[in-house]
């Protein structure tokens, strides 16, 4: 789709009434945006394909495609639905205007209309949209960033997306709210990003952490979290950032959190977390077998680090499809698995 290279505001008139469409189209020529014309709903659709609109004034009662119908697909395509829609409508009906608003309309302006009223709406709508659009390519960059921190090493290459997978799948089977898995996901897309303050020489050191290493690695969650703090977007996950190397007994890491203190959310990530990073290779061994690592799993929650009930959930809902995930993404040959590494809690304390 085109995408408007002008930095003038292009809106989009629709109107089958000429002395309409035109009326609108003299005023807002005059505020100095550019201004395209449709006569009904089809026309419309083609234009938007062509020259993406900032915004959008339509009526409702048109030939071959209507208003709603415009506004239902506009707002049901991620590529046009932050375009702002003003519908323009003779109806004062409170059934028409709750439809379009159901359909996704932003606002409403009645006919017949004050052409000053029609200018500040535009304006304040267009001020809106650009701020929307400010904040997402903001979080697209941090969004883009934490993927490079991941794939500059092979051994954490599509870790986080399955760890976002795993995440929500548990989330859903613990019954978190649905309004909750979005911050869920932001959470585990970002957990390592702090990850960039971390030289490569230690992220990818083959032999184990000296003890001063490993504090500089714990400082990956601080970190991440300063880097995810500023963006508004993203805000709501950063204690799954900070905190999820965190453990009910106190022994995590990096403010030491006792049991309830670590929310749910961070509690779910983690073991989400631990999971994905057991069973991938690692630069200091091999990938752990799917039932070891369920082992694994269950002897730490046993001995206070993981939460119990969600790894008995993971464990016998979530893992059978874990194991099929890891096998398919990672494709590692069958030879790789390390059998001889010890079933041991001590890995999760030193995961990285
Ligand atoms: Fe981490």
């Known amino acids: 789709m085109a995408k408007a290279e002008s930095p ?3 809106i989009l008139v629709v109107d089958d009434n000429r002395t309409n469409a035109l009326l609108l189209e003299r005023v807002l020529l005059g505020e100095g945006h550019q201004v395209d014309v449709a006569s009904d709903g089809q026309e419309a659709l083609e234009r938007i394909v062509h020259h ?3 915004l959008i004034l339509l009526d409702l009662d048109m030939p071959r495609i209507d208003g709603y119908e415009v506004c239902r697909q506009v707002k049901n395509d991620p590529a046009t639905r932050l375009i702002p829609i003003v519908i323009v409508t003779a109806q004062n009906a409170f059934e028409a205007k709750l439809k379009a608003w159901e359909l996704g309309a932003d606002d409403f302006i009645t006919k017949p209309f004050q052409c000053l ?3 500040a709406r535009c304006r304040s709508l267009l001020r809106i949209k ?4 400010e904040r997402d390519s903001a979080e697209a960059v941090v969004f883009a960033f934490a993927r490079v921190v991941e794939a500059k090493s092979p051994y954490t290459h599509g870790h986080s997306e399955r760890v976002a997978a795993y995440a929500l799948t548990l989330a859903a089977e613990v019954a978190v709210p649905e309004d909750e898995w979005e911050t869920l996901r932001k959470g585990a897309l970002l957990h390592d990003i702090g990850k960039v303050s971390v030289p490569d020489a230690i992220l990818d050191k083959p032999e184990s952490l000296t003890p001063a290493e490993f504090e500089i690695m714990k400082q990956h ?3 991440g979290a300063r880097i995810a703090e500023p963006l508004r977007s993203v805000r709501d996950a950063v204690p799954m950032i900070r905190w999820h190397h965190e453990r ?3 022994r995590g890491y990096p403010d030491g959190l006792f049991g309830g203190a670590i929310p749910l959310l961070v509690r779910i990530l983690s073991v989400a977390d631990v999971y994905d990073s057991l069973a991938s290779a690692r630069p200091y061994r091999g990938a752990i077998p799917h039932q070891q690592c369920l082992e ?3 002897r730490d929650a046993a001995g206070g680090g993981l939460d119990p009930e969600l790894v ?3 464990c016998t809902a979530i893992a059978p499809t874990a194991a099929g995930v890891i096998g398919k993404a990672l494709r590692v040959p069958d030879g790789l698995f390390d059998q001889r590494t010890p079933a041991s809690t001590s890995f999760i304390l030193k995961l990285r």
Do not use: C, N, S
């Not at 650009?130 to 659009?133: M, T």
């Open 8 to 10: 003038v505001p292009r």
């Open 52 to 54: 993406t609109p900032d």
């Open 117 to 119: 009223e029609v200018v």
């Open 130 to 133: 650009k701020l929307v659009e």
């Open 221 to 223: 969650t601080v970190q």
């Open 248 to 250: 009910l007994d106190g």
């Open 296 to 298: 694994i799993l269950r």
């Open 312 to 314: 008995d959930h993971f």
